[in-house]
């Protein structure tokens, strides 16, 4: 087995290229860039962390071709969707993948299928939390579902769960009624 960090360009030079003073001393430079690579590829751990910097999250990203990826989401999102991008791509086209994007990118994301609530063959609707799926971000939310459905699903809405905070007071009376019944004696 040949080590990489042992390669030399000039070893793989066919003897008649070797008398040229040019092409072996372009041969010596590469080897000088080829081991500063070398270097710089065993110090990259790529699945045995998960801290990645942002400029090694964005390559990562191109690397394993993120199906959705924006570079201005916040850090942790991004490594999110770097660390699921190999399952995600498994599972393309699939109302778990886009259920899995959806909540990474906006929260909370459940994909219904046309069956379960009415509709017609073929449609789907995405139920979220994040009011911003619908109103801020909404085109974004539209690049992360067309980044993962099935080619030939469509989307027909989003449908935004509507929460209010507030104070609920419960409250349970009793009462007790005995009856009397009285009768008249002749």
Request: glycine residues 4%; charged residues 30%; negative net charge.
């Amino acid at each position: 087995m040949i080590k990489l960090s042992e390669l030399s360009l000039l070893d793989l030079l066919p003897d008649n290229l070797r008398t040229d003073k040019q092409v072996c001393d372009a041969a010596m430079a590469l080897d000088v860039k080829m081991d500063e690579l070398t270097a710089k590829i065993q110090k990259v751990n790529l699945f045995g962390r998960t801290d990645w910097t942002d400029e090694e999250t964005d390559e990562l990203a191109w690397q394993f071709h993120v199906d959705y990826y924006d570079s201005t989401l916040p850090l942790e999102q991004r490594r999110e969707l770097v660390k699921q991008s190999i399952p995600l791509h498994r599972r393309k086209g699939t109302p778990s993948a886009v259920e899995d994007l959806v909540t990474t990118i906006f929260g909370y994301g459940k994909v219904e299928e046309w069956w379960e609530y009415g509709d017609d063959p073929g449609y789907f609707q995405v139920v979220v939390s994040n009011p911003k799926a619908t109103e801020e971000q909404a085109q974004q939310f539209i690049e992360v579902v067309e980044s993962v459905k099935r080619k030939s699903a469509h989307l027909r809405r989003v449908v935004v769960l509507d929460s209010a905070k507030g104070t609920h007071y419960y409250g349970v009376g009793t009462q007790q009624v005995d009856i009397i019944t009285l009768r008249q004696v002749n």
